[in-house]
Structures are given as structure tokens and as C-alpha cells.
């Protein structure tokens, strides 16, 4: 199973776009990257996911090098309302081992 | 289209007593989860279920833990008997395939053991 590795924490203003990236050494062929958002009192929520290169929604982009060893996910502009803890997982679907780690904890501030 | 529902969504009991959380997936949703959060730290999953069949229960302490999902549908997590380090939030969580990446997650039960 791929560890992944993200920051504890980071602050970010309003406005700002928020990169949090993850490491991920180990990841198989055929696993994909996904990331969730949690926010206080809440379960966590499904964001993004993605195999390679760059995908984005409504919420987010998510950026996956050629190696894809590691991965970003972008919060443009955020807002007061993005303060929340970003989870990365890696696994395949239909395999997944859902293993979250501690998460990157952000907070934006105004 | 309706969440996942769980309840209560807060619960106190003294050590040694038992204790039972609920579930409600999505309709439609053959896949539930259970979920064990302890404060600062990330959802570590208890069990998987599969319709009615668990599919993996590695990490569940069978000693005092149990679940089910009778006809496929609602759960029920059970501590019995509770111990102090089991205060956490239990969380619920449902998908349409088997071990997806993608889940759809209820609000959760807070346990304070005492």
C-alpha cells in the first residue's frame, strides 16, 4: 500500500490560491490519487481524483507529475469557509484500502 | 438525494457499558463503511461491508466490537463493553462500488467514555 506524506499544517489570507502537496514514493501502476476535505463536526467529503497529469472541478484542481511520485491539490482563492483538514489517499477502486493519514490542517484567515 | 444518516450523534456511557450507533447509507449504495476518528487524527477504517457480507473487518477489535447489516441496507456498530480509549467519532460511510476511492460520508457519532 503507497504511504503518502503531506504538511501538518498551513495558513493561508483570503483570496490566496493554497497549494498542499503530497508525497507519494511507492504508488502502483494502477492506483489512483484522491483527496478529501473535512471540516469541523463533519465527516470527511470527496473532492478530487485523479491518475495523471492535471485534473480540475468546481472545487479544485489537482496537479499529478509524469512520475506521479507526488501530487498538488490547488484551492483557488480560498475563502474563510476553506479551513479545513486535506486528506491524500492512494489506492485503485475496486481495491482501495482507504488509509487516512493525519491530514494537512489548513486555515485561512481573513 | 438523501446523505447518509447516522445517530445518535452524541453519546456519553461510563466505561464497561455498551453502546450501539446507527446507520443509514445512500439508496442504492451496496457498499457501507465504519470508521473509528479519534480527535486529531484521520478516520481509520473498522469494516467493510459488501451488501449484508463484510468484506473487511481487519481492524476491528472483535473482543468488544461488532457490526452488522442485516437485508443490505442499515447498520448497527455495537462496543461492548466500552473502554475509555474508545471516545471518538464513529463515522458512517456508503459508496455504489465495493472499496471505491469515492465515499460518501454521514456526520458521525461522538462517544465520550468516562
Known amino acids: 500500500l503507497a504511504k503518502t506524506t503531506q504538511p501538518i499544517s498551513m495558513d493561508s489570507y483570503e483570496g490566496q490560491e493554497v497549494n498542499i502537496t503530497c508525497s507519494h514514493n511507492n504508488i502502483a501502476t494502477n492506483d489512483y490519487i484522491t483527496w478529501y476535505q473535512q471540516f469541523p463536526s463533519q465527516g470527511p467529503r470527496f473532492i478530487i481524483q485523479g491518475y495523471k497529469t492535471k485534473v480540475t472541478n468546481e472545487v479544485a484542481s489537482l496537479f499529478i507529475p509524469a512520475d506521479r511520485k507526488s501530487s498538488t491539490l490547488s484551492l483557488p482563492r480560498v475563502s474563510l469557509s476553506d479551513t479545513a483538514v486535506y486528506y491524500c489517499l492512494v489506492g485503485n477502486t475496486g481495491g482501495f484500502k482507504t488509509i487516512f493519514g493525519a491530514g494537512t490542517r489548513l486555515f485561512v484567515k481573513a | 438525494e438523501a446523505g447518509v444518516a447516522q445517530s445518535p450523534r452524541y453519546k456519553i456511557i461510563e466505561k464497561r457499558q455498551s453502546v450501539a450507533f446507527w446507520c443509514n447509507p445512500i439508496s442504492g449504495h451496496a457498499t457501507l463503511y465504519w470508521y473509528q476518528q479519534i480527535l486529531g487524527q484521520g478516520p481509520k477504517l473498522l469494516i467493510q461491508?459488501?451488501?449484508?457480507?463484510?468484506?473487511?473487518d481487519s481492524q476491528l477489535p472483535k473482543d468488544r466490537f461488532s457490526a452488522e447489516r442485516l437485508k443490505g441496507v442499515d447498520s448497527t456498530l455495537k462496543i461492548q463493553p466500552a473502554k475509555l480509549e474508545d471516545s471518538a467519532v464513529y463515522l458512517c460511510a456508503s459508496s455504489v462500488i465495493v472499496s471505491s476511492y469515492e465515499q460518501y460520508f454521514g456526520p458521525g457519532t461522538r462517544l465520550t467514555v468516562t
Open positions: 461491508f459488501q451488501n449484508n457480507g463484510v468484506v473487511d
